[in-house]
């Protein structure tokens, strides 16, 4: 009998965690959500070797775009790409397997991020209108910066 208490006293105690856990994770997406220049954003990138979706929430700062992974507490963004660095190769709407992988009706915005000499394939899943926002955005970068906008 005492081991079956036991046991119950732990899986409540491991539910109770995993509540906190999905509460803190709601209240952070609303708290990032509630700030200004800040969208549903899903990022591709190859790393190691590996191309898979992340969702997340983009937030515009002056020089750089922040990238704030949806499934994470930290108060840090996961992804910083600097505004210089972002040139866009191409944009078209999701297809395929990318349908059930990124937020409905987004569009996949493909870029280049150039950083120490060496260029990295990145893509964006992004509404329509956070997409005229993104290319807005960089095109009004500071003069000489060299901002490339499909």
Known sequence: MHEVLLSLEIAGACAVALVVVLV??????????????????????????R????????????DRLDWYRTFSL????????AR??????????????????????AMIVECRLESEGAGEEIEFAMGRDAY???????????????????
């Open 74 to 81: 930290s108060p840090r963004p996961s992804c910083s790409y």
């Open 51 to 62: 191309r898979r979706w992340a969702l997340g929430v983009a937030q515009y700062e002056r």
């Open 132 to 150: 005229t926002g993104f290319a807005s955005w960089l095109e009004s970068a500071p003069p000489g910066q060299g901002v490339n906008v499909a």
């Open 24 to 49: 803190l994770v709601v209240l952070r997406r609303r708290r990032l959500m509630a700030r200004l220049g800040t969208f549903d954003c899903s990022v591709r990138q190859a790393r190691g070797g």
């Open 84 to 105: 210089r660095a972002l040139a866009v190769t191409l944009f078209r709407e999701a297809e395929g397997p990318e349908l059930v992988a990124v937020q409905p009706g």
